[in-house]
């Protein structure tokens, strides 16, 4: 089974950018789905963005579309989350994760399709 592990939290100000990198480990990454979710204090984990191995599905949350990119380079066994204009509603703990179900525009957010977690990563959007 793969296991993932986050980086790249920090604090930020309004406005500034963050990437954030998925790595996996015990597999290689283009076997898997991958997913970004983000949990903040007292609201439930909700899907951010999702990438495909192989299919070319790319899919954002509303919330994000336009501000946020996702990527994975198999060479590195590593997929990205580019954060850009950062807004404080985006502060939460962000977790990647790995599935081998085919992901869909309508079910990628299932949080129940992802059978490997990481640990999360914080992400603080304050001035």
């Known amino acids: 089974q793969v296991q993932l592990v986050e980086s790249g939290g920090a604090l930020v100000q309004p406005g500034g950018s963050l990437r954030l990198s998925c790595a996996a480990s015990?597999?290689?990454?283009?076997?898997?789905?991958i997913g970004w979710f983000r949990q903040a204090p007292g609201k439930e984990r909700e899907g951010v963005s999702c990438i495909s191995r192989s299919d070319g599905l790319i899919a954002y949350a509303d919330s994000v579309k336009g501000r946020f990119t996702i990527s994975r380079d198999n060479a590195k066994n590593t997929v990205y989350l580019q954060m850009n204009n950062l807004k404080p509603e985006d502060t939460a703990v962000y977790y990647c994760a790995a599935t081998i179900f085919r992901l869909t525009t309508t079910t990628w957010a299932g949080r129940a399709l992802y059978g490997s977690w990481g640990q999360g990563t914080q992400v603080t959007v304050s001035s």
């Open positions: 015990g597999s290689t990454l283009d076997s898997y789905n």
